[in-house]
């Protein structure tokens, strides 16, 4: 149990494109849903928090209309990254949580890539 | 400012020894500890979590020993296999809050 998928996996896009990243927690209703992104031999970096049905609590230094969190249901989230850049290029890893920060689920990840 | 620190980003062990990883804090406020193992192009995987409340929790072949008064908390994983290469995480919480987490260690067990 406590699955979480991403979907793609892996994309390359143009710069100036916008991305949809989406993640779902599979075998579990999610009150909470959580984006990371990593960079190489980094820590995982959380960008924000989104409860369903109501808006993305961002962190500090993330902007909140590049990247638009939508958790439309409890087993659905999806990142947006709009006007990409190659800065944007990163690992991006959704959490799942049933019940509290404390206990979350990951997903696979999606590499980005942007040209 | 990095509040949870992992100081060594790779260890080797021969198999079947003892794996050590390290992790440090700065915030006396949390009170929630987690170690994560990462694949590459993967997610991280839960694998063991202590309560500030105790100095010790086991699990298989994995123990978390929490050092409260050095701010410093340890993975041991006994004996260790090939298996267990990857990227170790810990994470801090506090208050039921964010997992703010550290910025890993590269284990690799040696055949």
Not at chain 1, 84 to 89: F, I, L, N, W
Not at chain 1, 98 to 102: A, G, H, I, Q, R
């Given at each position: 149990g406590a699955v979480v998928s991403q979907h793609p996996s892996w994309v390359i896009c143009k710069s100036g494109t916008s991305v949809k990243i989406e993640c779902r927690s599979l075998d579990f209703q999610a009150t909470t849903m959580f984006w990371y992104r990593q960079f190489p031999k980094q820590s995982l970096m959380l960008m924000a928090t989104s409860n369903e049905g109501s808006k993305a609590t961002y962190e500090q230094g993330v902007e909140k209309d590049k990247f638009l969190i939508n958790h439309?249901?409890?087993t659905l989230s999806t990142l947006t990254v709009t006007s990409?850049?190659?800065?944007?290029?990163s690992f991006y890893i959704c959490s799942a949580s049933?019940?509290?920060?404390?206990e979350q689920f990951f997903g696979p990840g999606t590499r980005l890539t942007v040209l | 400012d990095q509040q949870v620190k992992q100081n060594s980003p790779s260890l080797s062990v021969q198999e079947g020894r003892i794996s050590i990883l390290n992790c440090d804090y700065?915030?006396?406020?949390?009170?929630y500890f987690l170690w994560y193992k990462k694949y590459p192009a993967e997610g991280p995987t839960f694998l063991i979590s202590i309560s500030s409340i105790k100095d010790k929790n086991e699990d298989g072949r994995f123990t978390v020993f929490l050092n409260k008064s050095a701010k410093h908390l340890s993975l041991h994983i006994?004996?260790?296999?090939?298996?267990?290469?990857a990227v170790y995480f810990c994470a801090a919480s506090f208050g039921n809050e964010k997992l703010t987490f550290g910025t890993g260690t590269r284990l690799t067990i040696i055949p």
């Open positions: 439309a249901s409890l990409a850049h190659p800065e944007d290029s049933p019940t509290s920060f404390n | 700065t915030n006396s406020m949390f009170d006994v004996p260790s296999q090939p298996g267990d290469s």
